[in-house]
């Protein structure tokens, strides 16, 4: 039995995956978009191919993770890597990679936090 891609799912979790809103999305699509027609998008199976290369543009993913992303085989990829029953390596991770990218975002938001800071400054020595 063949397996379809269901691509509109496919854009639902690239889009999460970045962090981005069906809102943004859609603004970013044009004016004909809005977050109701995004939802409805990421139900279809299929997606015409300019449309789908129109929001792989937007996203900045190419169009074949679109098309191919298949979760299941992507987790049966990634369960190879804890596969132990080989013993041709034992790699275990030394921190939690959420972590890091918890201390990065944590990064991130000092420094925009120090902009707003000067600009306030600024903005207060031109009054």
């Known amino acids: ?52 290369k ?9 169009i074949e993770a679109i098309k191919n992303f298949d979760e299941e085989a992507a987790i049966s990829y990634i369960n190879t890597f804890n596969d132990n029953s080989k013993g041709d390596f034992n790699y275990h991770c030394t921190f939690n990679p959420i972590d890091k990218i918890v201390e990065l975002y944590e990064k991130l938001v000092a420094s925009e936090k120090e902009k707003v800071e000067l600009l306030q400054k600024l903005l207060e020595k031109a009054k």
Do not use: C, Y
């Open 54 to 62: 129109q929001i792989a543009d937007v996203l900045k993913v190419p």
């Open 1 to 52: 039995m063949e397996k379809t891609i269901h691509q509109g799912r496919n854009v639902k979790r690239f889009r999460e995956m970045l962090g981005i809103k069906q809102e943004a999305l859609a603004l970013d699509l044009g004016d004909d978009w809005n977050q109701r027609k995004i939802s409805l998008l990421e139900q279809k199976e299929e997606i015409d191919d300019p449309l789908l």
